[in-house]
């Protein structure tokens, strides 16, 4: 059974930081791509960075400079390190796991930002 355990969303005030992991297990194809999504109230859920097995990143403009993502293969588990959080950061962030069949979500973590 394919898990994802998010972890280290929360309040937090504009200027903060906050780190997001994922953890994930059960997965039994070669996983390709890591990533995170989010979904503020009243929006589509939007890409906001993922990175490949082999360390290609990529960033939604809105947070390119701001935010970093990272993995660890050995682990199955990829980091979002999001600096100067903005009021607009706020979301549900969800987290996501590619393999060449399919594409696995997390069950998301509020991230708040207050001005």
């Known amino acids: 059974q394919v898990q994802l355990v998010e972890s280290g969303g929360g309040l937090v005030q504009a200027g903060g930081s906050l780190r997001l992991s994922c953890a994930a297990s059960?997965?039994?194809?070669?996983?390709?791509?890591m990533g995170w999504h989010r979904q503020a109230p009243g929006n589509q859920r939007e890409l906001v960075t993922d990175i490949t097995s082999g360390g290609t990143t990529r960033y939604a403009g809105s947070v390119k400079g701001r935010f970093t993502i990272s993995r660890d293969n050995a682990k199955s588990t990829v980091y979002l390190q999001m600096n100067d959080l903005k009021p607009e950061d706020t979301a549900v962030y969800y987290c996501?796991?590619?393999?060449?069949?399919?594409?696995?979500w997390g069950q998301g973590t509020q991230v708040t930002v207050s001005s």
């Open positions: 996501t796991v590619t393999t060449s069949l399919s594409t696995y």
């Open positions: 059960g997965i039994i194809f070669k996983i390709n791509a």
